[in-house]
């Protein structure tokens, strides 16, 4: 299972990368200016539910602090939860908790190089500490929500969380 559709191809000027708070407030940014944010970089381990594991990968892109603030400063409202949302539909749900506090970023280098289609780029958001499944490649937007909800795979029998220590793979595993 690694992806549920076809790779999308969005050019870069047409692509932009939204946040999307309680009410109606949205900050959003553009290729250039999301290139402009300040960056983050991290070498982490990865673990797919279906048990591949890979170590020692390197990351760099936006934190999901950064674009907290930077949404902030813009007057967006953040809440306990965030579903992210992808080209081509796609969603997976993640606490704010679980990206805050240098745990989650939107991805747009891996090794070095710009990530490529099929693994996400132009950018996806990476959670390493959780499932695989919850790094949203293609990511487009983060919505905050007061309450957990299911995302494409969640609501599709996975676990709600998805933590890899625990093997929290299906809805029922505790
Ligand atoms: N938009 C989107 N993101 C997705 C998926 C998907 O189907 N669509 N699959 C997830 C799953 S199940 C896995 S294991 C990883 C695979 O990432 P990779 O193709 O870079 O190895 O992407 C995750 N992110
Ligand atoms: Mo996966």
Same mark, same amino acid.
């Given at each position: ?11 870069? &000027?047409?692509?932009d990368?939204?946040?999307? *708070? /309680? =009410? ?6 553009s290729?250039e %200016? ?9 070498? $982490?381990? /990865?673990?797919?539910? $279906? ?8 990351? %760099?892109?936006?934190? /999901?602090?950064?674009l907290?603030? %930077?949404a *902030?400063?813009?007057?967006v409202?953040? &809440? ?12 997976t ?7 805050? *506090? =240098?745990?989650?970023m939107?991805?747009?280098?891996? +090794? ?5 289609? +099929?693994?996400? *780029?132009?950018?996806?958001?990476l ?13 487009? +937007? ?8 299911? =995302?494409?795979? +969640?609501?599709?029998?996975?676990? /709600? #969380? =998805?933590?890899?220590?625990r093997?929290?793979? #299906?809805?029922?595993? %505790?």
């Amino acid at each position: 299972m690694l992806s549920a559709g076809p790779t999308p191809r969005t050019a870069l &000027d047409k692509w932009d990368f939204a946040v999307r *708070g /309680i =009410g109606a407030q949205v900050a959003r940014w553009s290729w250039e %200016e999301f290139q402009a944010l300040p960056r983050t970089t991290m070498t $982490t381990d /990865i673990h797919c539910v $279906t048990k591949w594991s890979k170590f020692d990968t390197h990351w %760099e892109g936006v934190s /999901i602090d950064t674009l907290v603030a %930077e949404a *902030g400063k813009q007057g967006v409202a953040t &809440d306990a939860y965030v579903m992210a949302a992808c080209d081509g539909g796609y969603t997976t749900n993640v606490p704010l908790a679980d990206l805050t *506090g =240098g745990k989650g970023m939107v991805a747009f280098i891996y +090794e070095g190089a710009p990530l490529p289609p +099929e693994h996400g *780029g132009p950018a996806r958001l990476l959670v390493p500490h959780l499932y695989f499944w919850k790094s949203a490649k293609w990511v487009r +937007e983060l919505r905050f929500m007061p309450r957990d909800q299911p =995302g494409f795979w +969640e609501s599709l029998g996975y676990h /709600i #969380y =998805g933590d890899p220590w625990r093997e929290q793979r #299906y809805s029922g595993d %505790e």
